[in-house]
């Protein structure tokens, strides 16, 4: 920070590097066009999409076309791996925005209406993409997949154009029809148009949860070795090959002789659309869209389903360096905010802001001083994962959002999930934070120089605005870069990106308690742990260890027994698990943002409005948002 100007110019070197690098991987090296896509659908919904158009598609040269569907906690980004593996070898991809998250509108009815309605909008894209509006695309190769709540989707679309196509043929064996019982090749045709899906993969979601009598296509099922769910399966864990009752109707709806189901058969032929196969790769439900054993089962299927001709294996996948790439840029936005701040305090209208570092805390320098600070430091994290245990259990009952729900009231769940356990630990550090000021301050320990808290309303509403403006400009560089490269900024899944406005009103919700979180945290970080003769970067990373330390625990019994046994410790809240586990890498760069802002201004205040801000608004973009159609 001795230099703002030349950190600043750094990090945006480094976004602009990280952002072109990935924009080529995206785009196969700029074979694949990657554009925006918004059809509007049935109830004045809308459904956004990226497509990834291999260039040498053409009315001539006609490609098959996969349309792809996220989680309940992501957006299209997510299923990067399969858009750019697929594209790269020639067929087209639409990955969507789900209803009811990223760009796309809220649902009109529940998300759970809305899987079986429209398959959270896949069925309409199905419709707009045999429609013959896009000549390059060849409509009789048509696939779907999406991964968890995006294989419901799925697996809800195919069963619907499968539903179409056999009552059809019911219909045509009516004595009143035109070939009496018997079914004519024109009614035969007529069936088959109705059919519009000719291969469908759902990930993260069972076989189990597939009704084969409405399957009229080729279908795989791929499904973690390790996911979470499978704790509820007849064997207890996510293993289902062999004789089981969720494997077995997937291969005997084509070859009833089938008694034992093998990972990775083909069963059936895919040239009649009677192909069936199911794939274990030994992974995780969240890891499935970065696993590249997931990715080339995925590559696998489709290339055989459509007769795609390829020198590209389904080992050649270039997927994991560019979402490296979207995590390096991450990672310098988020330190550009930094000297950033620096440069708008010399601003004339900022200029009263800048403030100094406090005096420091007298380090522990005696055995007691020590344990009481190490004391300090595991409670906090048991506290954490304490809360993260009792939030798992009690939050759906607390909030009105949930999977069938729709709410104007904190209508995010996952976000509903988290400001609870945020709530809980907000409440400790501020109660543990002001137990021990209180003591130290009254033995001249501490001062209120040294913490940083006190404000006046006019200092108030300025901070409020600088925190403002590095949103904003924050906000400009991810806005530049989806325009100008289509890339965003994520590291897994938790993103930085763009947002639709009506986000903002959900925003506002989840703010309070995220920014008391940061106030609280900023506090222990610069008013309690900020020593005398200590090492900052020492300093630092163990309060960024200690902030994580609650979910890394839950994460580590969960995953422990889960590798140790195949199921899970908390099996119905698993969700709930994995939603706070990936809170793990924003409370451990926490410290190190807060102890920054605090440095430029000598209060709290600011560095708990930018990085609570940033949190929300990455939070209420990519997961669901349950909230009624407006």
């Keep these: 920070m001795k230099n703002s100007k ?97 760009l796309s509108s809220n649902p009109d009815g529940s998300i759970m209406q809305s899987v079986y ?53 019911e219909e045509a064996k009516a004595a009143d029809s035109d070939g009496g019982a018997e079914i004519t090749a024109e009614e035969q045709a007529y069936a088959d148009s ?40 007849s064997t207890g864990t996510a293993k289902l090959t062999g004789a089981t009752p969720e494997a077995l109707p997937l291969a005997q709806s084509v070859d009833p002789s089938v008694t034992s189901v093998e990972e990775g058969k083909f069963y059936g032929d895919a040239a009649t659309g009677t192909l069936r196969v199911f794939y274990q790769p030994n992974t995780t439900h969240p890891l499935i869209h970065f696993d590249p054993a997931s990715t080339a089962d995925v590559i696998e299927f489709f290339t055989h389903c459509f007769g795609i001709q390829t020198t590209l294996g389904p080992k050649n996948q270039t997927f994991f360096i560019k979402e490296l790439f979207n995590g390096v840029a991450m990672a310098a936005l988020l330190y550009l905010m930094v000297p950033m701040l620096d440069l708008l305090l010399k601003v004339p209208c900022f200029a009263s802001l800048r403030g100094v570092e406090g005096p420091k805390i007298p380090a522990p320098d005696t055995k007691e001083k020590k344990r009481k600070f190490w004391f300090g430091w595991a409670l906090g994290a048991v506290i954490s ?10 939050y759906s009952f607390i909030f009105p959002a949930g999977f069938a729900k729709n709410t104007y009231l904190f209508p995010a769940t996952t976000m509903n999930v988290v400001m609870l356990w945020t709530l809980f630990n907000t409440i400790w550090s501020f109660f ?34 600088l925190a403002i403006t590095v949103i904003g400009f924050t906000y400009a560089i991810v806005w530049f870069c989806k325009w100008a490269f289509q890339t965003d900024f994520r590291l897994w899944t938790p993103a930085i990106k763009t947002f639709n406005v009506e986000k903002l009103y959900t925003y506002i919700q989840y703010i309070p308690v995220f920014f008391a979180f940061y106030l ?22 163990i309060l960024g260890i200690g902030n994580m330390l609650g979910c890394v625990t839950m994460w580590a019994v969960q995953y422990g027994k889960l590798i140790l ?35 430029l201004t000598g209060k709290n205040w600011v560095g708990a409005m930018i990085v609570s801000s940033m949190y929300v608004l990455s939070g209420v973009m990519h997961t669901a948002i349950h909230l009624p159609l407006f």
């Excluded at 639409?94 to 009811?100: K, S």
């Design 6 to 102: 030349k950190a600043l110019c750094i990090a945006l070197a480094v976004i602009l590097i990280c952002s072109i690098a990935a924009a080529a991987l995206q785009t196969d090296f700029f074979k694949v066009s990657v554009r925006d896509l918004n059809i509007a659908v049935d109830n004045n919904e809308y459904i956004h999409a990226l497509a990834f158009i291999p260039k040498n598609a053409s009315a001539e040269n006609k490609v098959p076309v996969v349309i792809t569907s996220h989680g309940w906690l992501n957006t299209g980004e997510v299923q990067d791996a399969a858009s750019i593996e697929l594209a790269r070898r020639g067929i087209m991809v639409i990955a969507m925005d789900a209803t009811g998250h990223g």
């Design 117 to 169: 309605s429209i398959g959270m909008g896949m069925i309409p894209l199905v419709e707009y993409v045999t429609s013959g509006t896009l000549d390059f695309v060849d409509t009789d190769r048509v696939g779907v997949m999406g991964h968890s709540m995006g294989g419901m989707n799925s697996i809800a679309t195919t069963q619907y154009y499968g539903g179409l196509y056999y009552a059809a043929l």
């Design 194 to 233: 109705l059919n519009k899906v000719k291969a469908s993969l759902p990930t993260g979601a069972g076989p189990g949860s597939v009704d084969w009598t409405k399957i009229a296509c080729n279908m795989g099922v791929l499904y973690g070795g390790l996911e979470e769910g499978g704790y509820s399966s």
């Design 385 to 394: 994962f304490v809360t993260a245990v009792i939030t798992i259990k009690i």
């Design 432 to 465: 543990w934070f002001f137990f021990n000021y209180k003591k130290d301050k009254a033995a001249g320990i501490r001062t209120d120089e040294m913490i940083g808290l006190k404000i006046t309303g006019k200092e108030f509403w300025n901070t409020l605005g």
């Design 520 to 541: 609280a945290n900023s506090l222990m970080v610069n008013g309690a742990n900020r020593f005398e003769g200590v090492n900052e970067k020492k300093n630092l990373l």
């Design 565 to 599: 046994t195949g199921s899970v410790v908390w099996g119905p809240e698993w969700i709930g698990v994995l939603v706070i586990n990936f809170c793990f890498w924003q409370l451990f760069l926490a410290p190190y943002l807060l102890r920054a802002f605090y440095k």
